[in-house]
Nanobody
Framework: QVQLVESGGGLVQAGGSLRLSCAAS????????MGWFRQAPGKEREFVAA????????YYADSVKGRFTISRDNAKNTVYLQMGSLKPEDTAIYYC?????????????????WGQGTQVTVSS
């Protein structure tokens, strides 16, 4: 069992930055691929970024590539999402999720555990 708690969301102006954190419980954090997803009002949840068990591989949605960076600290059981050059269309609830296999890291159906989400609002 893994429990995930996101933090770091808030209100920011377009062009600004935010760093989201996701703290995981348990001693098996390094056994999980970690992903970030987001869901805007009236839209389906979408993949944002993912990172492999050791952090050696990272993956991004085209919409955030070059602006967002995912990283993890296995000693702290935490995964991060550094978001820069934020746009109003980045406004959403952001969720972190954990998956053992990483086979289809871009699919929300792959992930076993989810956090409760943190709101990110980007004003124009």
């Amino acid at each position: 069992q893994v429990q995930l708690v996101e933090s770091g969301g808030g209100l920011v102006q377009a062009g600004g930055s935010l760093r989201l954190s996701c703290a995981a419980s348990g001693r098996t954090f390094r056994s999980y691929y970690m992903g970030w997803f987001r869901q805007a009002p009236g839209k389906e949840r979408e993949f944002v970024a993912a990172i492999s068990w050791s952090g050696g591989s990272t993956y991004y949605a085209d919409s955030v590539k070059g602006r967002f960076t995912i990283s993890r600290d296995n000693a702290k059981n935490t995964v991060y999402l550094q978001m820069g050059s934020l746009k109003p269309e980045d406004t959403a609830i952001y969720y972190c999720a954990a998956d053992r296999s990483g086979r289809t890291y871009y699919s929300e159906y792959e992930y076993e555990y989810w956090g409760q989400g943190t709101q990110v609002t980007v004003s124009s």
